[in-house]
């Protein structure tokens, strides 16, 4: 099992910036690919961002590409994003994810790979 929980959330004007962080306990953090996922109201979980366990490998959805940085520390067992130049279309609740793997340059875009998630935090962004 992992543990994670999410933190960093809340509401900014368009333009400006937030750190989401998620701390993670219990099993091995660093055999897990991870990834950034959000819900907006009405809309089905979609993919933002993705690493490997070793952190080499990282993955964005178009939407995010160049705004929005994940990264991780495998010694503190914390993922983190830094998201810039947010937009009302962000707005949504931000959910981490664990997904176990051997392969230290995995990672995936797919919810259903992953087995562990947060209970998420709020974004909001006024425009």
């Known amino acids: 099992q992992v543990q994670l929980v999410e933190s960093g959330g809340g509401l900014v004007r368009a333009g400006n910036s937030l750190r989401l962080s998620c701390a993670a306990s219990g099993r091995t953090f660093s055999r897990h690919a991870m990834g950034w996922f959000r819900q907006a109201p009405g809309k089905e979980r979609e993919f933002v961002a993705a690493?490997?366990?070793?952190?080499?490998?990282?993955y964005y959805a178009d939407s995010v590409k160049d705004r929005f940085t994940i990264s991780r520390d495998n010694a503190k067992n914390t993922l983190d994003l830094q998201m810039n130049s947010l937009k009302p279309e962000d707005t949504a609740v931000y959910y981490c994810a664990a997904a176990p793997t051997v392969n230290p340059r995995y990672y995936s875009s797919n919810l259903r790979t992953y087995d562990y998630w947060g209970q998420g935090t709020q974004v909001t962004v006024s425009s």
């Open positions: 690493i490997s366990w070793s952190g080499g490998v990282t």
